[in-house]
């Protein structure tokens, strides 16, 4: 298994299929799409109650279940964020903010990385940089 294989299963799955807890959580508007300026290029994230995943649409998440089940272990094709975004996508259920700053995204990355969660991330949810 690799990267084309799992950006096959993902873009090959069916809504019908997933689960409704991924749904509920898809309802929330837990992904959100990070616009990088004017750039017509997005990156995705999930923002859950205890950990944020940074997300590359069909082919990567940074959870643990990605990074054990699908790329080391290779027991799955997928983890549940990547399918959530896929979902997310095809129904328009995110939200989207801008940022103008390449060091703030930088930052946004580390955190995640480094603690799990990224404070950066979950303040800018809360201010005006909120597209519609």
Known sequence: MDVNDTEKHVTSFSS????????GRVGLKKIVRVKIGDRNYFIYFYV???????IIPFSYCSCKNFLIKVMTKKTK??????????YALD???????????????KNIIDEIINLGISPTLRKLLHT???EK
Not at 91 to 104: A, G
């Open 48 to 54: 859950g109650e205890k950990h944020d995943h940074m």
């Open 128 to 130: 005006r940089n909120m």
């Open 16 to 23: 019908k299929n997933i689960d409704r807890s991924v749904i």
């Open 91 to 105: 129904n328009s259920l995110f939200r989207t903010i801008r940022i103008n700053n390449d060091k703030i995204l």
């Open 77 to 86: 094709l997928s983890c549940k964020h990547l399918l959530m975004l896929k």
